[in-house]
């Protein structure tokens, strides 16, 4: 299993926990509804319940592969139509209203659920303002305002951890360029971007020599991290290195057409070459992206020609 995936594995646990202790949690609010005669509100609550419990077998089912994101979306959807019309039927139903924030944040991604909940705050406070008297409607909207303020604040810190845990899975450790998982990702995304925008996509590949391969694993790293040094002094802001996983690199250039992406390996070479890593050829060669390329064949192109190099 790969740092990745793993990752992955993590968050869908912690998604399964959450949801089975909040379906608990529902479940005993059921009970206590179906003892004060709610018996409407207690059915709605054991429904939310059992939706949560079906969600958490859902993911522990798929464990080996992403998950569809619609049972999020649905769970979501359904509580917020619930709150939105339900307290126009029963004052009662406001009450589920301090539960919206933490259940949009932990089901659906942090910048789509700032913005549902900026709208769903919106249409809310009206209603409540409308719904309930003066000495009531400010206790419900402050006790909102802070489960929001909360639930919000945990999730942004959240997504940064995560953000920072990404970039700490995708970076290979010695050189402290991306690792070959990432190039897929990245260059899917590039390659997409260039054929919408009409743009050009160039890549440069670097072939080290085959006698570091039997080096001691002390010297082959230090290498490669003296390489990569010289490799990421070339790249523009919006470039990016990836070192592949049988110690090769590649760089990716987005906008840049051949001529450019010719005098930018040159310029490469003449690093290299006065650095002296070694006193064996090390291979710099670049390509452009053709319209019809994916990622597998433009990666398959970029090899072939560093192979017969």
């Known amino acids: 299993m790969d740092k990745t995936q793993f990752q992955n594995l993590i968050t869908m646990q912690v998604k399964i926990i959450y949801s089975l202790l909040?379906?608990?949690g529902l479940t005993i609010i059921?009970?206590?509804?179906?003892?004060?005669?709610?018996?409407?509100?207690?059915?709605i609550a054991a429904g939310f319940a059992l939706m949560l419990v079906?969600?958490?077998?859902?993911?522990?089912?798929?464990?080996?592969?992403?998950?569809?994101?619609y049972p999020e979306w649905l769970l979501v959807s359904l509580l917020l139509c619930f709150t939105i019309f339900g307290i126009n039927e029963n004052e009662q139903v406001v009450h589920?209203?301090?539960?919206?924030?933490?259940?949009?944040?932990?089901?659906?991604?942090?910048?789509?659920?700032?913005?549902?909940?900026?709208?769903?705050t919106i249409v809310l406070v009206p209603r409540v303002l409308y719904q309930f008297p003066l000495e009531t409607h400010w206790q419900i909207l402050f006790?909102?305002?802070?489960?929001?303020?909360?639930?919000?604040?945990?999730?942004?810190?959240?997504?940064?951890?995560?953000?920072?845990?990404t970039k700490i899975i995708n970076t290979d450790p010695i050189t402290q360029v991306y690792n070959e998982h990432q190039l897929h990702s990245d260059l899917n995304k590039e390659i997409t971007r260039?054929?919408?925008?009409g743009s050009q996509l160039s890549l440069i590949g670097v072939s080290v020599p085959k006698r570091w391969q039997q080096l001691r694993l002390e010297e082959m790293e230090q290498k490669l991290s003296e390489?990569?040094?010289?490799?990421?002094?070339?790249?523009r802001q919006y470039d990016s290195c990836y070192r592949l996983n049988d110690n090769n690199f590649i760089m990716v250039f987005p906008q840049t057409d051949e001529q450019s992406t010719e005098e930018v390996q040159l310029e490469l070479q003449r690093a290299i070459n006065k650095q002296a890593l070694t006193t064996e050829k090390i291979t710099v060669l670049s390509m452009v992206s053709s319209p019809e390329d994916d990622v597998a064949s433009l990666l398959k192109k970029l090899g072939e020609k560093l192979h017969e190099s």
């Open 22 to 24: 909040a379906a608990f």
């Open 96 to 120: 589920w209203i301090y539960f919206v924030p933490i259940y949009t944040f932990f089901l659906i991604p942090f910048r789509i659920a700032s913005g549902i909940l900026i709208a769903y």
């Open 194 to 197: 260039a054929n919408r925008q």
């Open 227 to 235: 390489l990569s040094q010289c490799l990421r002094s070339t790249l």
């Open 54 to 69: 079906i969600y958490a077998v859902y993911l522990m089912l798929n464990k080996q592969k992403r998950p569809s994101p």
């Open 30 to 43: 059921a009970v206590l509804d179906l003892y004060e005669e709610q018996k409407r509100f207690a059915a």
């Open 143 to 165: 006790t909102y305002a802070t489960c929001f303020s909360f639930s919000f604040m945990y999730a942004l810190l959240n997504e940064r951890n995560n953000s920072y845990l």
